[in-house]
């Protein structure tokens, strides 16, 4: 197998070969703090009208720590980075069914309306896919860890009588 020359290219075989930890921790950071952001606003908006709604203002942002130490920390991408991972696919199926429930408390019920103008539906669904990612991430392999083939073993002679 040829060995990549781009960063692309590089990019392609790491998600080929399951090598994309670092980078999926470090989305799951990133993605963390847009969307604490994002649910800060809309529930802020809300004027924070039931106490549930500042879970996740309260939990998403532990997945940037989390996410951070997951790509320069193997042992953090699959400890740290699981926990707070798995706590915010819970609190996002847990605020997907409050806002259906929102939705149909509202007068009339599940109208074409009250989906439109009532919480948004499958905006927690967000959230849990920035959880998602990191457990995802917390199974796949690093991206820094080099491939055996092609590459001299440690503690090998690159050449007869030359060690590195």
Known sequence: MARPTSWLERAVSDVRTGRFEQTLAGLTAA??????????????????????????????????????????????????????????????????????????????????????????????????VVGGMGLLAAVLRREDRAPRHGRPRAGRSLRAGRRR
């Open 31 to 128: 993605g963390a703090a847009v969307t604490t952001a994002e649910i800060y606003l809309a529930h802020d908006g809300a004027s924070f009208g039931n106490k549930l709604m500042w879970w996740p203002v309260a939990i998403l942002p532990a997945a940037v720590p989390a996410g951070v130490a997951g790509v320069f920390s193997k042992r953090a991408a699959h400890t740290v980075l699981p926990v707070a991972s798995a706590l915010i696919v819970a609190n996002g199926l847990q605020g997907t069914w409050l806002h259906w429930r929102g939705v149909a408390q509202r007068p009339g019920g599940v109208t074409r309306y009250n989906l439109e103008a009532g919480p948004p539906l499958f905006a927690p669904l967000l959230a849990t």
